[in-house]
């Protein structure tokens, strides 16, 4: 299941840094404009959303197939596990940093 944690470090260096030390290796940054909606989807791998700036609302379905809507705002760091069904919607804009391994 996935793991949402309010972290209050708003510091693209230092959120890229911090998932180094984890081990990720595929990390970047990454920008969506408002109004920027992703349709249900998955990812083979562990994933990583890390806003620094604006916000974004992920839906995800639990084990029971319900649908939950999460919103992002910075400092917020979400982790979803590989092949969750998910999307993402902004109305606002986002900025953040993505990484999986």
Known sequence: MY???NTQNTDPNSIKNALINEGYDDIYTWQDSPGTFYDWHTHPNYEIRWVYQGEVIIGIKDNNQQVMELNL???DRLEIPPN???YAKTKT???YICASK
């Open 3 to 5: 793991k949402l944690i």
């Open 73 to 75: 705002k910075p400092g």
């Open 84 to 86: 969750t069904l998910h």
């Open 93 to 95: 804009g986002v900025k």
